[in-house]
């Protein structure tokens, strides 16, 4: 007997003929004598619709009764699973996030889970019970409702896999699994068997939107299996795990386009201790992460300074940069064209030389210009003019040999 956590995010649960659906696969696994605890998302769109109606209601809602409206969505699928189990005649209970022991902090819409203690649950599934836990929710420690942010279901199926000791948290969404890069760019794109914690937080940091960033990280930390796979098919997804010996092997695992950041350029400014903390003091306090960042010297004693922001917070982010130039000399701001960050990721870059030449020489052969480029132990990130980007992540796909690899 194993004891399995299984999520389904919005698609699976759009409307009661797919949890319907749902509800054979929960009920497969039970009658297969599994212990089976289920996290649900909203139906798909209906958180969006929730934040439009809060919206109506007011220009800018409260944050704490935005949580009370935003985990409707989830206790309303939680529900309806339950009630289509009973009326198949299953043991089966409903549990919002409080009830399944998940307490947070206070950040609305964006709480951390503090500590999860999923006592109840337990006791449940050992009197015979099918648990159903509505996602994306929790209390602080008060009691107030809080959510984990968008796609947060993720999360509360791991926590409460790690929780549980569970030998699997399987993700059912609406793709097969984790692709070698996006199949609607590339089509030669290969489903990825096996993934580590490490490679996968890679990707979802890059915009591969299969998993919550939390949900990886709380994975890797509580070392929770996760399989990632379609609740459209029987077939076995993508496993994301520790590492292991034979993963280094793979040089270069995926490759990620992120198209969502903006570069903002200081001309000229003056080369002397202090200014590059001028600039990003007041970035920093307004809560704008910044992601790369490339410091030109040249003789003469000023140097051009660029940086890369999300699209989101470019615009805050460069009335304060224009500020901040005037103040500290600089001769001029600008914004360039559109840019993508193209990135390879693989558990071999540790111990294997030649990736970064590989994927430099392989954008040189397409005439692709790279504009900036960082890296850490397992990625390498290139940003190129947008335009380019489908042709540089086809480029790469094949110059690492992932379109082969079976
Ligand atoms: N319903 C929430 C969202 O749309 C959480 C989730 O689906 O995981 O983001
Ligand atoms: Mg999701």
Redesign the pocket.
Known sequence: MALRVQKY??TSVANIERINCVADRVQKAFDEKDQVVVVL??MSGV?DSLIALAKQAAERPDRRELDVLLAT??QTTAALLAIILKSRGYKAKSFLGFQAGIKTDKTSGKARILDINCKNIQTSLDEGYICVVA??QGADEDGAITTLG?????TSAVAIASSLKADVCEIFTDVDGVYTTDPRICSSARKIKKISYEEMLEMAILGAKVLQIRSVEFAKKYNVPVHVRSSFNEEEGTMVVNESADMESVIVSGITCDMNEARITLKRVPDQPGISAKIFSPLAKAEISVDMIIQNTRTGGDTDLTFTVTKDDFDRALEITEKVAKEVGAEEVITAEEIAKVSVIGLGMKSHSGVAATMFEALASENINIRMISTSEIRISCVILAKYAELAVRTLHSAFGLDQIK
């Open positions: 995010g919005g998302s909203a958180t969505g989830e996602g994306f968008r796609g947060g279901s993720d």
